[in-house]
């Protein structure tokens, strides 16, 4: 269900004729949260509380606002009533309903039945607005002793594999909808021999494995380098409070998708160790991994708040309590 292929969205997508109305929009912005299937349950609600389409009347450049997601329906329905010219439009996705910027000179609709439209909007709406991921594995160290261990104990395949199976994980551990996640249509993975032995490094979408880490593992490389590959694809994937968040944060949040993926390193330190909250790798997200305990979904809603900023305030929020009492309590519950 997550990474079903399709097909760019086809113009016309005259989609931006359903204009809802606010209260309809807010409703559905308390409602459109979580997890996909939840998503799919809501726009169907969402839709049928829209029983008409406002008329829109508008001399404006640019239309904004929420739509019905079934494009297909909509610009079929256009045709009928004579609105079949091509539409150029922008998908924006926010994080709490998908909105269509429309470029459009002038146009005129007429009032349409968006009961008929909306019984046939389902799954194919949120597809439809969603390029599925590519994912990539190139080999820029041939010949290097990393480089040929990784060919033989990972090879090609299943690195892309892991990057599409990590992704998978990462989403349904932030309980992401698919219009929630940064919209991102490729994936590199990249073996390099680089300096030093830092095990991997990533850049937007793009993942550089050391080739010199693989070449100094002890024991089978597949299983560590998994481990480092959804770490790193978490980075790829996770909000980092628009450059604000804490690097600790981050990479604890990384090692904590890792650990849930049951890829935690064996030298982290065991579950209450650490001095302090934001310590970072391992020690991170051993204290995020309790708290999601006591709350479960509280990385996923972390993330999410993470979107547009940070605030150390966000524990509060979530939890009731401040980061420092939270540690303090973990520790005297946990720690040694
Ligand atoms: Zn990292």
Known sequence: MEQVPVPAPEMPLAAAAVVRNETIAKEEAEEYRGVDRAVQRTWTISCRRASTATSVAAAASVIQGVFCRDMAAVSNLLSQVGFNRPIPINLLASDTRMMIRMQQSKMIMKTLPILTICSLMVW????????????????????????????????????????????????????????????????????????????????????????????????????????????????????????????????????????????????????????????????????????????DGFVADLNRKMKDGYSENFFVELMGKNVNQLWTEYKAQCGG
């Open 124 to 295: 194919t709406a949120i597809t439809t607005q969603v390029q599925a991921v590519e994912f990539e594995v190139t080999n820029e160290a041939v010949g290097t002793p990393g480089s040929t261990r990784f060919e033989k104990e990972v090879g090609i395949d299943y690195g892309k594999q892991t990057l599409q199976s990590a992704s998978t994980f990462i989403w349904q551990t932030f309980k992401q909808a698919k219009n929630e996640r940064k919209n991102i249509q490729r994936v590199r993975l990249i073996v390099r021999s680089m300096s030093g032995n830092a095990a991997a490094s990533t850049s937007n979408d793009e993942i550089s494995l050391n080739a010199n880490f693989v070449e100094n593992l002890s024991g089978d490389a597949k299983v560590p380098v998994t481990g480092v590959l959804y770490h790193e694809m978490t980075h790829v994937w996770q909000w980092n409070g628009n450059g604000q968040a804490p690097g600790a944060l981050i990479e604890g949040i990384a090692d904590f998708v890792r650990l849930k993926a049951n890829y935690a390193d064996p030298n982290w330190v065991q579950p209450g160790g650490g001095d302090k909250w934001d310590g970072g790798y391992g020690v991170t997200a051993r204290f995020l991994d309790y708290l999601n305990g006591i709350k």
